[in-house]
């Protein structure tokens, strides 16, 4: 069950009104990178956790976490509209046409739709649809799906900082970078936990590794043209991070047979030529 409390996590403060921020808010609460995405992904990882309770309780605490963080931004979008109001019919009221369509920048479903208020959807104004949130059941796989959903979140809360000069708000997104690094931090300590990179890779590292082809587990594949070098790097020569193998480059080569499928059924309604058993005039 979740509890809750009347106060945010974190103080929000908006010296200037801005309905244009309010629009970039959207992206850190409905967007690929925002909050809900990562509040609906640790949160369903946890519900499906099994194995050590303990990383079951730590996702659940990170996910409510994640709540908080949502509540914080739509305060922040809401508090970003007032006196937007005026601020739209001041707009809708110029000859400009270009002027009024756009709104000055702002999203006009947070008047039309919300009130004023925050939406769960993106900068776009896309609804945020939960495709993004990724809960597999192999632990180390959602560890690293968490990491780089941090990544991209401190990446956009960096981005969203430089967008502003209003003191409050960059006082709230420096708190919210903060927990973007906390976070990156925990799930990288349950990688370590797990063993690090040996200990956890390959995922999952409870399928029997001589079930698959190993003389290509290591191989970086180079599909450049004739004569061109590839790119070189710690994926290319040394030991592999799990310790199982060595990297080397392997010059691509076609090692299957051309693909030749039978002709379309009727009732799938091609054109009548495709359905035509033409001669193979290779």
Same mark, same amino acid.
């Given at each position: 069950?979740?509890?809750?409390?009347?106060?945010?996590?974190?103080?929000?403060?908006? $010296?200037?009104? *801005?309905? =244009?921020? /309010?629009?970039?808010?959207?992206? @850190?609460?409905?967007?690929?990178?925002? %909050?809900?995405?990562?509040?609906?992904?640790?949160?369903?990882?946890?519900?499906?956790?099994?194995?050590?309770?303990?990383?079951?309780?730590?996702?659940?605490?990170?996910?409510?976490?994640?709540?908080?963080?949502?509540?914080?931004?739509?305060?922040?979008?809401?508090?970003?509209?007032?006196?937007?109001?005026?601020?739209?019919?001041?707009?809708?009221?110029?000859?400009?046409?270009?002027?009024?369509?756009?709104?000055?920048?702002?999203?006009?479903?947070?008047?039309?739709?919300?009130?004023?208020?925050?939406?769960?959807?993106?900068?776009?104004?896309?609804?945020?649809?939960?495709?993004?949130?990724?809960?597999?059941?192999?632990?180390?796989? $959602?560890?690293? *799906?968490? =990491?780089? /959903?941090?990544?991209?979140?401190? @990446?956009?809360?960096?981005?969203?900082? %430089?967008?502003?000069?209003?003191?409050?708000?960059?006082?709230?997104?420096?708190?919210?970078?903060?927990?973007?690094?906390?976070?990156?931090?925990?799930?990288?300590?349950?990688?370590?936990?797990?063993?690090?990179?040996?200990?956890?890779?390959?995922?999952?590292?409870?399928?029997?590794?001589?079930?698959?082809?190993?003389?290509?587990?290591?191989?970086?594949?180079?599909?450049?043209?004739?004569?061109?070098?590839?790119?070189?790097?710690?994926?290319?020569?040394?030991?592999?991070?799990?310790?199982?193998?060595?990297?080397?480059?392997?010059?691509?080569?076609?090692?299957?047979?051309?693909?030749?499928?039978?002709?379309?059924?009727?009732?799938?309604?091609?054109?009548?030529?495709?359905?035509?058993?033409?001669?193979?005039?290779?």
């Amino acid at each position: 069950m979740f509890y809750h409390d009347k106060q945010l996590q974190y103080t929000v403060r908006v $010296d200037t009104p *801005s309905p =244009v921020f /309010a629009k970039m808010l959207q992206q @850190a609460i409905g967007g690929v990178e925002g %909050e809900i995405r990562v509040c609906l992904q640790y949160l369903f990882q946890s519900f499906g956790a099994r194995g050590p309770a303990k990383y079951r309780d730590m996702l659940m605490e990170t996910g409510t976490e994640e709540i908080g963080h949502i509540q914080m931004l739509a305060t922040a979008v809401a508090m970003n509209l007032e006196g937007a109001p005026n601020f739209l019919k001041e707009a809708m009221a110029k000859a400009d046409p270009m002027l009024a369509a756009t709104l000055g920048g702002m999203d006009p479903r947070q008047y039309l739709s919300a009130g004023m208020a925050a939406l769960p959807a993106d900068s776009n104004g896309v609804p945020f649809d939960a495709s993004h949130v990724y809960a597999s059941g192999n632990l180390a796989a $959602d560890m690293y *799906s968490n =990491v780089a /959903a941090e990544a991209t979140g401190r @990446a956009l809360a960096c981005r969203l900082f %430089e967008m502003t000069d209003d003191p409050g708000m960059k006082d709230m997104l420096r708190f919210l970078i903060a927990r973007d690094t906390m976070h990156q931090q925990q799930w990288l300590a349950v990688i370590e936990e797990l063993g690090g990179h040996p200990g956890s890779l390959p995922i999952p590292n409870s399928f029997p590794q001589d079930e698959e082809l190993t003389e290509y587990s290591y191989d970086f594949f180079a599909t450049g043209i004739e004569g061109v070098d590839p790119p070189a790097g710690r994926y290319t020569e040394g030991p592999s991070l799990d310790g199982r193998g060595e990297f080397r480059v392997r010059i691509a080569r076609p090692l299957g047979q051309e693909p030749k499928l039978a002709p379309p059924i009727p009732q799938a309604y091609a054109e009548a030529q495709q359905m035509m058993d033409l001669p193979d005039k290779s």
